[in-house]
């Protein structure tokens, strides 16, 4: 009654251990998410932002709550985007890799996926950029996440521009708009669809399909003009209009769109690298009309030049350097073209702006004579087949990245297949393993069951034949005592009878001498007869009871040891009233002292045992020694024959204790209780 209260109070307190700890866990989010919003107030410095945001993360770590830890290490990741630490960036994004795998977020893992694309591409790193956004649009496919996946293959186009893969880039550019369709147009998605366009109106610029490259600016410029803000995105398509309308030769068309550009309210303010190659591209325009102002085209160009410089601007400078080069060596100011071109060459291999390079490198050629006009034209060359070959090997490199990427996913779905088959198959083969277990436990049970009958009846069969024996040796013992008695009873005493009565007749002899002789005889004659008397009537008496069961025991070990070719010595005590000691202790003593004997010749490689039965302190001490081989008693597995004797002794309330030592033989000392035995 007492135990089932204390377990009932138990059961009580438990919900409110379980509401305790989740009272303490829910504490510990709630600090992680206060820490978080501290982070975000602008009042503490940047050290002291991050300081929050750490200790944030390092609540998330002993939480233990792996969701908790990827939302705190993505606050961090953005500290550290917003700070433009991109190598701490690339780390916290890994890390978020490995959370979301751990905890099967596929949206997060995409996204660590994209922001590591990104990441290496500003770090210069494009393989592994075109690696990342490849994984990125993988895992976006695959959770139908059309909004993210049209943001990475948008991505993964411009990397391909990048590497001159106009065809790969154009195809992935198209599929990323087109999962856009249907998609609420809010601002952020006007602006994605105005990238898009924009960057396939410059892919096709770049392969010369000017009708198409028009076809696509006009449909950015449309979806400029659909946002609230388009953040210069209109008058950017409008530039892109213009400059291929200038490559058509519609030099007429261009400039008036540059001029509307130009006249933006506050561009200058604005965007003032934009309005410096606006006034360039302005300028070569109207020259390329034919009628223009000298003094007004020079003029914007050294507007322009001033202001790319004032901002260390050098890729608006090197543009606007070109074009003057190109300009004063078309009116024919040689020395002027000559120097600007030399600084576009400078400028351009500075920056590795290789349009630029190639026409600097054609315009000195053509400005300069012999040997080094040569040796710009041959560098304009070998730098041409240069880049052929770079810009096919990372088309080589993208197409591998991606062969790879695809069969290590068809990879990983076989895995995932083969996994699920091998769950199905561990199921199956864990219920088969189970109910096999229970099946084979059950023989084992019936086995052990059956065993113990056979072993009842089997000890019930010796008892029975050590008793039959015990019977035909107590039975040959009284014929041959009674055999004996007869003989000395009849023959022997008969005779001394005789003799006694002869003698007596020699009293009627006279004389002292035959007197004392007669007398002395007839008293020597009288002490035999008593003394037979008493033999013939000891030995009409039963023997020491018990004595059968030691009987029984020597022939068992004469037998074994000549059967085994051992040398033997047995001593046993007669203190022992085997009468006074139970049946099934006789027979477990016969039986160990048999298992002994079996084991020395099995495993002892031995020449004599010693067996010794003695009573010590109401003890049945019994010791079986040998000479054999020995064994590491803390090493050796215990055989079934060991396990058997150690049954045994148990069974009977004793102990037994094995004395070995590898090469010295082994003592086995087995004690019994000797007092309240019973038969």
């Known amino acids: 009654m007492k135990l089932n209260l204390l377990f009932f109070i138990f059961l009580l307190y438990l919900p409110s251990v379980g509401n305790s700890q989740m009272k303490s866990e829910r504490k510990l989010k709630d600090s992680i998410t206060q820490l978080i919003k501290v982070a975000e107030n602008d009042q503490y410095s940047d050290d002291e932002r991050l300081e929050i945001l750490q200790r944030a993360d390092r609540i998330a770590q002993g939480l233990k709550n792996d969701s908790i830890q990827l939302e705190t290490t993505k606050q961090i990741r953005n500290y550290y985007f917003d700070m433009g630490q991109m190598d701490d960036y690339i780390q916290s994004n890994q890390k978020i890799k490995n959370l979301a795998v751990k905890i099967a977020d596929s949206s997060s893992l995409g996204n660590a ?63 990323a708009l087109r999962l856009l369709e249907g998609v609420q147009e809010t601002n952020i998605i006007l602006d994605r669809k105005w990238i898009l366009y924009n960057l396939l109106g410059n892919i096709a610029d770049a392969i010369g399909e000017n009708e198409k490259a028009l076809e696509y600016h006009d449909e950015a410029l449309k979806v400029a003009k659909r946002m609230e803000n388009d953040y210069n995105n209109g008058i950017y398509s409008l530039n892109n209009i213009a400059y291929v309308k200038r490559k058509q030769g519609l030099y007429a068309e261009s400039k008036e769109i540059f001029k509307e550009v130009l006249s933006t309210s506050n561009l200058y303010e604005d965007d003032p690298s934009f309005y410096a190659l606006i006034l360039e591209n302005l300028a070569f325009t109207e020259f390329l009309t034919g009628t223009y102002d000298r003094e007004n085209i020079v003029s914007s160009f050294e507007k322009s030049y001033a202001i790319a410089d004032s901002l260390n601007d050098d890729l608006t400078k090197t543009g606007t350097v070109i074009s003057m080069a190109k300009f004063y060596n078309s009116i024919n100011e040689k020395d002027k073209a000559l120097n600007l071109a030399e600084e576009a060459y400078q400028l351009s291999k500075n920056l590795e702006v290789n349009e630029i390079l190639f026409q600097s490198m054609l315009l000195l050629a053509e400005l300069n004579e012999g040997e080094t006009s040569k040796r710009y034209f041959n560098e304009h060359i070998k730098l041409s087949d240069s880049l052929l070959n770079v810009e096919r090997n990372v088309r080589n490199k993208f197409a591998r990245i991606e062969l790879e990427t695809e069969e290590l996913e068809a990879k990983n779905k076989q895995i995932s297949k083969e996994n699920l088959y091998l769950l199905i198959l561990s ?23 059956k065993l113990n009958q056979v072993q009842q009846k089997a000890n019930e069969d010796i008892y029975n034949l050590m008793l039959i024996q015990q019977d035909k040796v107590d039975e040959a013992r009284a014929k041959e005592k009674m055999r004996v008695s007869k003989e000395l009873h009849d023959g022997v005493l008969g005779r001394l009878f005789g003799t006694r009565l002869s003698l007596d007749s020699i009293n009627l002899k006279e004389g002292k001498e035959a007197e004392l002789t007669r007398a ?16 013939s009537h000891e030995l009409n008496t039963d023997f020491v009871s018990g004595s059968g069961f030691m009987e029984i025991v020597s022939e068992l070990i004469r037998t074994q040891t000549e059967a085994y070719d051992l040398e033997y010595e047995f001593n046993y005590t007669d ?61 050796s597995r215990k055989g079934i024959g060991v396990k058997n004797m150690e049954s045994r002794v148990k069974d009977i309330s004793g102990s037994v204790s094995f004395t070995s030592q590898s090469g010295h033989g082994t003592k086995v000392n087995v004690k019994i209780p000797y007092i309240n035995q019973s038969t």
């Open 520 to 535: 002395n005889y007839i008293s020597q004659l009288k002490i035999i007869e008593e003394d037979i008397r008493k033999i």
């Open 427 to 449: 199921m199956g083969l864990m219920v088969t393993a189970v109910l096999s277990f229970i099946i084979v436990s059950q023989r084992a049970k019936n086995r052990k069951l």
């Open 575 to 635: 203190d022992i009233s085997w009468d006074l000691v139970s049946n099934k202790t006789k027979i477990n003593i016969y039986r160990i002292i048999q298992e002994s004997m079996q084991n020395i010749y099995k495993h002892a490689n031995a020449q004599t045992v010693e067996i010794s039965i003695s009573l010590e302190k109401n003890l049945i001490c019994l010791d079986i020694i040998d000479d054999g081989d020995g064994f590491d008693t803390t090493k």
């Open 113 to 175: 996926y994209d922001a590591l694309g990104f990441s290496y591409f500003h770090t210069g790193v494009k393989d592994s950029s075109y690696h990342y956004y490849l994984k990125a649009v993988n895992v976006f496919d695959e959770i139908n996440d059309n909004i993210f996946l049209s943001n990475s293959l948008s991505s993964l186009a411009t990397l391909q521009v990048d590497g001159k893969d106009y065809f790969g880039a154009d195809e992935n550019a198209i599929k």
